[in-house]
């Protein structure tokens, strides 16, 4: 099993690519499902998801070729299998998001339920109420959910709650539905967006993506297209988060700034000195973090996908910074690691409150999911002296070689086996 060892006291210099969303990927992947047509995709980052996601869909019978520039083609003409078993959807809820686009197509899917999650339950009942409001009669079956229509007819569809893959599963099932399917309180997210421009591309009818009402007149078919996945936002801000902590001058490359405008606000908060182009942003920092009040919430809201990592930078502000985390009930299980650096942090229910200490100590941490991985790396990057990341496995579903990009920006970091340190 692999580690990161991390030196820290570092200042990070120098410029770096930010990688294709993870997250709009996923959703895009399985919206191949949608026609027999060939899907060319650019910018899709080297992660362990997509590599799941890309296995998934060839169990089911797609002819999947990916290289090693981050252009994936999906084929969908002789699907074989109707089915994503638990042996993969275990290792990644996203799975869940081709149950859509197969009961659209094909008139039938069976989905192995995703089960628990690390950073909270994340239910999938807002799918299975806007998949049966389009016709479909589903069934829980064996922990699966198997689900059947003829074809699938347009309704008006609010859900419970904002959902991001709830509405891009109802998006990719719609776009197939016999007449008009209107989304209500719809997930807003950029990833949304992307893959609602990728099934306009594909012959789709759709308006309103972005906001949280999206109306979407079915067709009889959809077809091939060509699309660049966009820059991912979340490995963005965890490199600024990055040299909010360490400080430094760098400059990303490859990203998309409006879509981080919650992020970005909170960084200039806290003192990061941001300029940003079009797809280009500097951030510099010289002194210590100033304190920061969020509160996580759907997009344009402050992303969860973000706190652990603005926890991180919190950690070392002069001041304290109040933190509370509305949108998963588990994501605080990163505190007691950054407790091992030397942080001080207090939780009372889903509010985390951070006293800013002067420097924090390295010391051997464990990941316990994706964001938080990241927060460990930006903790031990400002720390004084070694850190040890364990369990970087979570890491590598959604940053693409993460300690590759920051030892091009200055810090001393490496990837070895656990073998190496016993």
């Not at 997210?189 to 007149?217: F, S």
């Not at 078919?221 to 801000?237: F, K, M, N, Y």
Request: hydrophobic share 45%; charged share 20%; proline share 3%.
């Amino acid at each position: 099993m692999d580690i990161l060892r991390i030196t820290g006291g570092s200042r990070l210099q120098g410029e770096v690519n930010i990688s294709g969303a993870k997250n709009a990927a996923l959703p895009i992947l399985c919206a191949g499902l949608l026609t027999a047509d060939t899907l060319t995709l650019t910018n899709v980052p080297q992660l362990n998801d997509i590599a799941t996601t890309l296995k998934l869909l060839g169990q089911m019978g797609v002819r999947c070729a990916r290289d090693s520039d981050g252009t994936v083609s999906i084929t969908a003409s002789d699907v074989t299998a109707l089915e994503a078993p638990y042996e993969l959807v275990k290792t990644m809820r996203a799975s869940i998001l081709v149950l859509g686009p197969l009961l659209a197509r094909f008139g039938q899917a069976r989905v192995s339920l995703p089960g628990g999650c690390a950073i909270g339950q994340r239910p999938i009942d807002q799918h299975i109420h806007g998949l049966a409001a389009l016709g479909a009669d589903i069934r829980i079956e064996h922990g699966f959910v198997v689900a059947r229509a003829q074809r699938l007819k347009g309704a008006v569809i609010r859900t419970d709650m904002v959902t991001v893959t709830g509405t891009e599963n109802l998006l990719m099932a719609a776009v197939l539905a016999e007449g008009q399917t209107v989304l209500e309180n719809a997930a807003r997210e950029p990833e949304v967006v992307d893959l609602a421009e990728l099934l306009i591309k594909m012959g789709a009818k759709i308006q309103g993506h972005g906001t949280d009402r999206i109306v979407i007149e079915g067709v009889k078919s959809l077809h091939g297209a060509t699309h660049q996945v966009i820059p991912d936002r979340i490995e963005a801000g965890s490199f600024l988060c990055a040299v909010g902590a360490a400080g430094g001058d760098i400059t990303l490359r490859q990203v998309a700034p409006d879509t981080m405008g919650a992020t970005l606000s909170k960084l200039q908060e806290a003192g990061v000195t941001l300029t940003c182009g079009s797809d280009w942003i500097r951030a510099s920092m010289d002194q210590r973090p100033k304190p920061v009040d969020f509160r996580t919430h759907e997009y344009p809201g402050f992303a969860t996908d973000m706190q652990a990592q603005v926890m991180a930078l919190s950690a070392l502000a002069d001041g304290t910074s109040v933190i509370a985390e509305t949108i998963f009930e588990n994501r605080y299980m990163h505190v007691q690691e950054l407790l091992r650096l030397g942080a001080r942090i207090d939780i009372d229910g889903h509010t985390a409150v951070v006293r800013g200490v002067a420097k924090l100590s390295g010391a051997a941490v464990m990941a316990t999911d994706l964001r938080a991985s990241a927060s460990l790396v930006i903790a031990g990057l400002a720390a004084e002296g070694e850190t040890i990341v364990e369990r970087i496995y979570h890491l590598d579903r959604g940053y693409e070689r993460m300690e590759h990009k920051l030892r091009q920006l200055g810090a001393n970091i490496e990837r070895l086996s656990s073998k190496d340190l016993s």
